[in-house]
T-cell receptor, first 117, second 109 residues
Framework: EAQVTQNPRYLITVTGKKLTVTCSQNMNHEYMSWYRQDPGLGLRQIYYSMNVEVTDKGDVPEGYKVSRKEKRNFPLILESPSPNQTSLYFC????????????????FGPGTRLTVL | RKEVEQDPGPFNVPEGATVAFNCTYSNSASQSFFWYRQDCRKEPKLLMSVYSSGNEDGRFTAQLNRASQYISLLIRDSKLSDSATYLCVVNIGGNQFYFGTGTSLTVIP
């Protein structure tokens, strides 16, 4: 089944304790992206990647790191989480085949609900 | 100013009603437009892309007005299963996307 998976789905942690949220897709998509969703603010793009070893900042990259060492995986790293990073996080991917990444459908993972105390 | 703005609603409509949502965008260079649907606490899923000439998919019609910088979504003959939050999404060029905060729709029996 074609899908985007994220782990963990739920995480409660404390300020300053490094964490990684994994994202994996089995559709051979080149484009992958991370978003956070907060009430009243909608989804905001954190980082995106157009291919292996190519990553770019989105709208709200501060406090986050990403890496794209393999096509299928795009982990989100919080080196020193803070309470303002409490949010619902979504990973997404798209193929870019239908005219480019800007016009293609994004497929989202199920989300990771992160609470930083 | 936000790149994309939507009326958050909620819109509560009876089954069978027609309902329309608008979404405005601030950057005139915006190139691609989409409507995504998000069920409560679930991931967003593409409902439809929005083309310059307007497009229809069954009961759903999307339109783009570049002069006034807004896109719209019309849902005809609303079903209970249409209850969800509808997200407007804009790509300004390049590979970065901007989402609206979403419009909540509840279809009432």
């Amino acid at each position: 089944e074609a899908q985007v998976t994220q782990n963990p789905r739920y995480l409660i942690t404390v300020t300053g304790k490094k964490l990684t949220v994994t994202c994996s897709q089995n559709m051979n998509h080149e484009y992958m992206s991370w978003y956070r969703q907060d009430p009243g603010l909608g989804l905001r793009q954190i980082y995106y990647s157009m291919n292996v070893e190519v990553t770019d900042k989105g709208d709200v990259p501060e406090g986050y790191k990403v890496s794209r060492k393999e096509k299928r995986n795009f982990p989100l790293i919080l080196e020193s989480p803070s309470p303002n990073q409490t949010s619902l996080y979504f990973c997404a991917s798209s193929s870019g085949l239908a005219g480019g990444f800007s016009t293609d459908t994004q497929y989202f993972g199920p989300g990771t609900r992160l609470t930083v105390l | 100013r936000k790149e994309v703005e939507q009326d958050p609603g909620p819109f509560n409509v009876p089954e069978g009603a027609t309902v329309a949502f608008n979404c405005t965008y601030s950057n005139s260079a915006s190139q691609s437009f989409f409507w995504y649907r998000q069920d409560c606490r679930k991931e967003p899923k593409l409902l439809m892309s929005v083309y310059s000439s307007g497009n229809e998919d069954g009961r759903f019609t999307a339109q783009l007005n570049r002069a006034s910088q807004y896109i719209s979504l019309l849902i005809r003959d609303s079903k209970l299963s249409d209850s969800a939050t509808y997200l407007c999404v804009v790509n300004i060029g390049g590979n970065q996307f901007y989402f609206g905060t979403g419009t909540s729709l509840t279809v009432i029996p």
